[in-house]
Structures are given as C-alpha cells and as structure tokens.
C-alpha cells in the first residue's frame, strides 16, 4: 500500500542525547515536510523539502536538522540544542507544492 | 504568529446534529483545506477550496470560504459519534507552505 511510514511511534530520550526520527514515503512525492504538535495545539512547521538534495527552514527550525539524499526519505534530527523537544511530530509529503498532505502516523518524543 | 485561528476550541453534541467549526486566516491564499486528526494519530486530508470557490460540498461535508473575511467553515451534517476527532483547517498562501488553525475538538455523544 502506498503511504507514509514514520518510525520509531514512541521514543524516549535523555537531556543532551540527539535522536533521529524516520519518514520514509513510496507515493513518489517530490514535496516532504516536518510538522511539530504540541499538546492542544495546531501543527508548527519545522523543515521543509521541494526536492532531493534541496530543504528549507520552516517556522521553527532551530535545533533541528534535516537530509533529502533520496526522494523517498527525510529524516528528522532532534539535536541536544533543541530547548524543548517533548512533542508529537509528524512527516508529510505532497504531489504538488503545499496541496494535499499525506500524514505518517507520527512519532512521540519524550525526553527524560 | 502566522497561525490561524479556529473557534470553538471545543464542541460537544449529540449524534444526528450538525456540527459548525470556523477558521480565520491571515494572509490572501490560493486555498484552504480541512484535515481530520483521531487522537495520537497523524492528519487525514478532508476537503480543499481554491480561494474562486464560495462552497464545497463532500458527502455530509460542507466548507465556506470568504475571502473577504478571511475566514471559511466547515459543517458536519447528521453527525455520528465515529465523527469524534480534532479538525484543522490549513491556508496555502503564496508560498506554498501551508499554515494549520490551532484546531477545534469535537465530541459526539451515541
């Protein structure tokens, strides 16, 4: 089935470590997004990319980083300088710039 | 913020009745779209208007949008408690990010 796999659901980390959350998408979507949520809250824009080898900093990109090596794959790195990194983040992709989003089921981080 | 806003918060009703949730926006769009959220699960696309569009219409779904007022709804008929979710609407503007409302729960009791 086509979609998004985002991975690992639930990961805890402790102060200072960095970690890395999967997406990986097979609708062959050029256009792929980082999305942050907090508790109540509407969704953030963290990284974005148009195309391989190409992203942009969305809203509130300090503390993370992001690759695009391939098409099917952004990852997401939530890195020690991340102030407050407990939150529900979700992986998009999209066909046609920003138009209809596909969503990953999400990961949780908890940080200890 | 360039976050937008959606009221109510919170919307609790019976089954069968219609639910009501409205979005403001900030900035001119191309479009407007309505996502579904189930608790702890990712988004799920619902509906999309372009900015020429007035109204939408999908199955027991109905979405406004007047640019004017920067604002749209959207309108749940003949609600059923698998309706029972968070709804965010999302602005695309004129650089293809989209821009998500800070959301409305709704609660449909059987």
């Known amino acids: 089935d086509g979609g998004i796999t985002q991975s690992p659901k639930y990961l805890f980390r402790k102060e200072g470590q960095n970690v890395t959350l999967s997406c990986e998408q097979n609708l062959n979507h050029d256009a792929m997004y980082w999305y942050r949520q907090d508790p109540g809250q509407g969704l953030r824009l963290i990284y974005y990319?148009?195309?391989?080898?190409?992203?942009q900093k969305g809203d509130i990109a300090e503390g993370y980083s992001v690759s695009r090596e391939k098409k099917e794959s952004f990852p997401l790195t939530v890195t020690s300088a991340q102030k407050n990194p407990t939150a529900f983040y979700l992986c998009?992709?999209?066909?046609?710039?920003?138009?209809?989003?596909?969503f990953g089921e999400g990961s949780r981080l908890t940080v200890l | 913020s360039q976050q937008g806003e959606e009221d109510p918060q919170a919307l609790s009703i019976q089954e069968g009745e219609n639910a009501t949730m409205n979005c403001s926006y900030k900035?001119?769009?191309?479009?407007l779209q309505w996502y579904r959220q189930n608790s702890g699960r990712g988004l799920v696309h619902l509906i999309l208007?372009?900015?020429?569009?007035r109204e939408k219409h999908s199955g027991r779904l109905r979405v406004t949008l007047d640019t004017s007022k920067k604002s749209s709804s959207l309108l749940i008929t003949a609600s059923r408690a698998a309706d029972t979710a968070s709804y965010f609407c999302?602005?695309?503007?004129?650089?293809?990010?989209?821009?998500f409302g800070t959301g409305t729960r709704l609660q449909v009791f059987p």
């Open positions: 999302a602005s695309e503007g004129n650089t293809d990010k989209l821009i």
């Open positions: 208007i372009r900015s020429n569009e």
């Open positions: 998009a992709s999209s066909g046609q710039g920003a138009g209809e989003l596909f």
């Open positions: 990319s148009q195309i391989v080898n190409d992203f």
């Open positions: 900035t001119s769009i191309n479009n």
